[in-house]
Each structure stands twice: as structure tokens, then as C-alpha cells.
């Protein structure tokens, strides 16, 4: 028996030493005006909305779903706290609640049509994927916003005991639905509707409520991941936003161990699998390869970690350890 | 009376859009003509070639996101040839077609080997194509060359090459999955995977087969869309794996697989045209972003319909 997350934790270990023996500057940090900085504090500082967007995706997945529009929530949620604030004027905290309550509004649209419409995960969170961007260009008419509200910057880019504000976001949130998932009874249901919803049906739990809550979590988690990355660059960019990271959240997800088939969440894997990608995407800056390019070499690092979860290699993996007995 | 009954999708969808067509050719002047009618059958003619690959893999039951990715990819690649490489046209068609299907071919051939589900790979497929045109040329690439824009700019009676193409596909689509073998197998295996399994048909070879069509459909759309466009161009993919799905659901065919036609997603497109055409041109709503969102809410709201009858009628249990 194996220590919990004991792959992720590997693999993430292997890529910090390959780092740290290859890539020159890696391991640098310094103290200036009480702030530290340095790549490993920047993995954290960038990583942050594929960690928040991890927390809310290990909770969907879990239940055998999947939600493709966290990417759009975040282009949402950041263009209607850039317009609250800007044209409208508005206190930073309405701006921000006001952002939330968007992303849970299309959580719960997502979460009725997956529980009460019956319809694929994967064709309401596409819609709305395609939909959130469509009206959050509608709303910014396709321009980019910027903003000078220090208060909400700090949401982005503060420092808070010397170490960046949204790491201590992620602690938090991830503290939160780790408690739920660990120490009540929603946790346990929610693991039980993932490995089978019929049983947990016959059983009397409220499926379709678990369901909704789900997404709705996540919708929130990603609209958090769209404040934090609106006030880190200063700016509401609806066309960059969010863009490509619901395949960032979802391999975090999987290379933190949960089974894209349902039945399982692990929270911690999640985020270890979140710093595994932003230590790989900062890696990959870092020796000059252009972001669009990194596309691919993700793409096959999930392809794999998926593999690595079917049957067909456990077989495959077996026949290999006979082979070498013999 | 059987003939009406097999084909009451197809039917009513064609109903719908005939009065759709009266209702817009009633409130705006002049939409009533052949011109306008031609029009759209080339302004969704890659939408159209994209979606009739999209009906094989739908049908056989599964789904494949990375059909804009690999469009694009094959517009950039065949801008490519011709612009720095000095290609002839038909080579650059052909390498790209080649590309389209081998990697349609080899998604087919992972989902088959290894059991992931179809959107996952797909997804992951549409990263990996996006990042590998990418690769090729990063910015979008604009072609102008004699041969290419002589295609481009040629006619077949009233018809544009682009509309020809289309209803060429349109037709042969509707052949393979009607009066072939592999069309049946394609059915089967929507119908039900272990039941065309112990039927002894070529599960796994359909499968792959299925990935590769769409690839090939694919990567034709973005040889349609050079013509189109005289570019190549990174980002007319974007969102078009969801056109495709909506426009071949609008025409009938069930997300759930075994059900459905060519030629319904043949009027699917029409249809998503006419109403995009009129939401945007005629009635002034002429943004990007709401034309997003009423692709989506068109989609949603055919889902949505799909599911009500289909729970009428005891077919598609939902899954």
C-alpha cells in the first residue's frame, strides 16, 4: 500500500530536479521590499486560477461529469468586474460579487440541464463555453478593459507575508471543500453518485441536487480564477482570458488521481497536478518555447496520464511484470 | 406511408426550414431569389463539409472536438505549401488531406486501443492540432496564387466551387451511410456497441474508420475555407466543433448515436444559416459574440427537444 498521491507527488518531484539541475535560474529567490520573488514563487503566483479551477473541476469530474466552460467563466467573471468598476463605478466588493454571482448563475444553468434535463456534460458545459465568451464579448463589445483599482489588484498581485496573495486564496478554498469532502456526509455522497448514480439513486440520495451543487462550485471556483487573472495584468482581455485552460484544469485534475470515470476526489492530487502544469508551462517559457507551442506537448502529457487510468494498460502493464518474471 | 414515417426527421426539419424560409422571405425584400439562396450555400459550405464528417461520428455513437482545430490546421498547412514551399494546389490539397485523415485515423485508433472516451481524446486532439498548426506558421497566412485563386474564383453554371463541393459532399455522405456496408456498420455501432460486436462487424475497424471520415471532412472544410477566405487562417476553427454538433443535431440526428442522416444535417445547416443570416444581417444584431450565443442557445434548445421526444417515443434512453 502506497502513501496517498504518491505519483503525483513523484512526478511533480522529478520536474523540480530536472529544473533545478537544468534549467539555470530556477532555484534563485530573493527578499525585496518585504515580497519574495523568483520562478518557484511565480510557478504559485501564475499557477493560481489552474489551482482555483482544479479545486472546483476535482468535484465535477468526480461525479463522472466534466465541465468545459471554466476557461469562458473566467473571461466572464473578469469582464463584469473590470465594467462594474469602470463604467459603473461601483465599490470593489459589489464588482466582485457581482462577478461570482454571474459564474454561479451559469453553474446553475449548467448544473439543471446536466441533473434535470438529462442532457451530456460535455455538450452544456461546450455550450456555454462557446455562449459565456460570446456574451462576455457581447458585454466589453470586444474590447479590452482596463483598470486602475488597487484594492482589486491586490485580489491579483498582493503580498501577504511576503508570499502572493491568490496562493493564500487557493489554501483557503482548497481548506474549505477539502473539509466538506473529508469531514461530512456531502463528501461521502458525492464520491458514491461518482462510482455509481443509480445505486446512489436507489439509495435515497438527492442526486440531482449533488449534481447542481457540483457545477455550481465549479462555476464559482472558475469565476474566482477570472477575478485573480483580470487583476493580475490589470486588464478584462475577453478574447485571451481563460482561453485553453479548461485542458489545464481537467489534466490537473487527472494527474492528481481522479478517475475521469467518477467515484473518486482527491483535492491534494489536484493541486499537485495544478503546480505540475505551471511548473512544465514555466519550464517551457523558460527555454523559449512559445506558448502556443506547449499546447502539444500538454496535450500528450493528458493523453498519457488518461492511459495510465484504463484498464487497457493495467493489463498491458501487467503482461510486462509476467514478461520480465519469466 | 413507410417512406414518410422512416424519414419524418428529415421531413419535418425540411418543413420547418421551407416555412422558416417563407416567414424571412416574407419580412425582408428581396430574400426570396436564387442569388440569396446560392449565397447560402456557400457562405456554409465549410460548416457544411466539417458537419457531414461530424454526422458519421455522432452517428456511430460518439463525438469529435477537434474537427476546427484540424479545418484550421489544414488551411495554415495548405497556405504554407503554396506561399513558402511553391506547391501545386492539388499537392497542398492532398498533403492536407492526408494530414486531416491520418490524425482522425490515429484519434480513432487511441480511443479504440485504450478505452478513454471519445471527448477526451478529441479534446486533447484539438490541443494538440492547434499547437501543431501552430508550429507550422504562427500567424494566419494569407494566399494569393494563380492557381489557387483560379479554383477559388470558379463557377459551375450559377454555383460557386465551394457550394459544388458542399453538395457533393452532402450527396456522397448520404450514399456511404445509406447504400454501404460500412454506412450500416456505422449505425450498428451507434446502435448499440456489443450488439454490432456479436454481430461479428468490424467494430474496431469502423470505429477508426469513423475518426478518419471526420478528419477527412475536416481537413477538406479547410481547403474549402482557403478558397473561401484566400487564407489560412488559425482562428476560423474556433467554436466550429460546436457549429458542426449544432447543426447536425438541428438536423435530426441523436447525440446518442444509431439515429439520424446525412441529409438532415444537410438542412441543419441551412437552417442554422438562414437563422444566423437573419439574426445578424437583417435584424442588425451584428456582433461576433450574440451570433456565439445564439449558435448555442439554437443548440441547447434542439437538445433539449431531442430529449423531450425521444422519451416520448421510449427511444435513446438517456444515459
Known amino acids: ?326 | 406511408m413507410n417512406f414518410v414515417r422512416k424519414h419524418i426527421t428529415v421531413l419535418a426539419g425540411a418543413l420547418v426550414y421551407v416555412l422558416l424560409y417563407a416567414v424571412a422571405a416574407i419580412r425582408y425584400d428581396g430574400f426570396f431569389s436564387l442569388p440569396v439562396f446560392i449565397n447560402f450555400l456557400s457562405n456554409n459550405a465549410v460548416l457544411g463539409i466539417v458537419a457531414v464528417g461530424m454526422t458519421f461520428v455522432i452517428l456511430s455513437g460518439g463525438i469529435d472536438l477537434s474537427v476546427g482545430a484540424v479545418m484550421s490546421f489544414s488551411s495554415v498547412l495548405i497556405g504554407v505549401l503554396l506561399m513558402d514551399h511553391h506547391w501545386n494546389v492539388y499537392a497542398a490539397i492532398a498533403a492536407a488531406l492526408v494530414c486531416g485523415t491520418t490524425l482522425g485515423a490515429a484519434m480513432g485508433a487511441i480511443i479504440h486501443a485504450t478505452g478513454i472516451k471519445p471527448f477526451i481524446v478529441t479534446l486533447a486532439g484539438m490541443f494538440f492540432v492547434r499547437g501543431l498548426a501552430f508550429l507550422i506558421h504562427l500567424e494566419s497566412i494569407g494566399i494569393s496564387e494563380p492557381r489557387h485563386t483560379a479554383i477559388a474564383i470558379a463557377r459551375v453554371g450559377p454555383l460557386p466551387v465551394t457550394a459544388v463541393l458542399f453538395l457533393g459532399f452532402v450527396l456522397v455522405g448520404w450514399y456511404v451511410a445509406v447504400l454501404t456496408p460500412f454506412g450500416r456498420e456505422v449505425y450498428a455501432l451507434g446502435g448499440g456497441e456489443e450488439a454490432a460486436l456479436l454481430m461479428g462487424l468490424p467494430v474496431r475497424r469502423t470505429k477508426i474508420a469513423v475518426y478518419a471520415v471526420s478528419g477527412f471532412c475536416a481537413s477538406f472544410g479547410g481547403a474549402a475555407l482557403s478558397f473561401y477566405l484566400s487564407s489560412g487562417s488559425h482562428l476560423e476553427g474556433v467554436g466550429m466543433e460546436l457549429d458542426a454538433i449544432a447543426t447536425v443535431v438541428i438536423g435530426g440526428t441523436l447525440l446518442a448515436g444509431g439515429v439520424g442522416s446525412v441529409l438532415g444535417t444537410f438542412i441543419g445547416v441551412l437552417m442554422l444559416g438562414l437563422i444566423l443570416t437573419s439574426i445578424t444581417t437583417y435584424e442588425g444584431m451584428m456582433s461576433s459574440g450574440m451570433t456565439r450565443v445564439a449558435i448555442g442557445g439554437l443548440l441547447l434548445a434542439f437538445v433539449l427537444l431531442q430529449k423531450v421526444l425521444t422519451r416520448r417515443a421510449g427511444v435513446g434512453r438517456a444515459t
Not at chain 1, 461529469?65 to 473578469?78: F, N, T, Y
Not at chain 1, 487557493?170 to 466538506?180: D, H, K
Not at chain 1, 455522497?189 to 435515497?204: D, I, K, T
Request: glycine fraction near 12%; hydrophobic fraction near 55%; proline fraction near 3%.
Open chain 1, 1 to 326: 500500500m502506497r502513501a496517498r498521491n504518491f505519483w503525483p507527488w513523484v512526478a511533480l518531484g522529478a520536474l523540480f530536479v530536472f529544473n533545478l539541475l537544468f534549467t539555470p535560474g530556477f532555484a534563485r529567490l530573493e527578499l525585496r521590499d518585504g515580497r519574495l520573488f523568483g520562478t518557484l514563487v511565480d510557478i504559485f503566483q501564475n499557477g493560481a486560477p489552474v489551482m482555483l479551477l482544479a479545486v472546483g473541476m476535482t468535484l465535477v469530474i468526480a461525479l463522472g461529469g466534466i465541465d468545459l466552460s471554466v476557461g469562458s467563466v473566467m473571461a466572464l467573471s473578469g469582464a463584469v468586474a473590470a465594467l462594474l468598476m469602470t463604467e459603473q463605478g461601483q465599490p470593489v466588493p459589489v464588482a466582485v460579487l457581482a462577478a461570482l454571482g454571474m459564474a454561479l448563475g451559469v453553474g446553475a444553468f449548467n448544473g439543471v440541464l446536466v441533473a434535470y434535463g438529462g442532457i451530456q456534460p460535455i455538450i452544456v458545459t461546450l455550450v456555454m463555453l462557446v455562449m459565456g465568451r460570446g456574451l462576455a464579448q457581447t458585454l466589453t463589445q470586444d474590447q479590452k478593459i482596463r483598470f486602475e483599482v488597487p484594492a482589486f489588484e491586490f485580489i491579483g498581485n498582493g503580498t501577504v507575508l511576503g508570499l502572493p496573495f491568490p496562493l493564500f486564496l487557493v489554501a483557503a478554498l482548497a481548506l474549505l471543500v477539502g473539509l466538506m469532502l473529508r469531514k461530512t456526509a456531502a463528501g461521502l455522497y458525492l464520491e458514491a453518485m461518482g462510482s455509481n448514480p443509480r445505486a446512489a439513486r436507489l439509495c435515497g440520495l438527492r442526486v440531482h441536487v449533488i449534481r447542481l451543487v457540483a457545477h455550481m462550485t465549479c462555476s464559482v471556483c472558475a469565476g474566482l480564477a477570472g477575478l485573480v487573472a483580470a487583476a493580475d495584468i490589470k486588464e478584462a482581455d475577453v478574447a485571451n482570458a481563460g482561453l485553453y485552460l479548461e485542458l489545464d484544469a481537467i489534466l490537473a485534475v487527472v494527474l492528481g488521481g481522479t478517475s475521469l470515470t467518477g467515484g473518486r476526489a482527491n483535492l491534494v492530487g489536484s493541486l499537485i497536478g495544478a503546480t505540475f502544469i505551471q511548473t512544465l508551462t514555466t519550464m517551457l517559457q523558460m527555454r523559449g518555447v512559445i506558448t502556443e507551442h506547449t499546447l502539444i506537448i500538454k496535450a500528450a502529457v493528458a493523453l498519457s496520464v488518461c492511459f495510465m487510468q484504463t484498464p487497457s494498460f493495467e493489463r498491458l502493464a501487467r503482461r510486462f511484470r509476467s514478461a520480465e518474471a519469466a
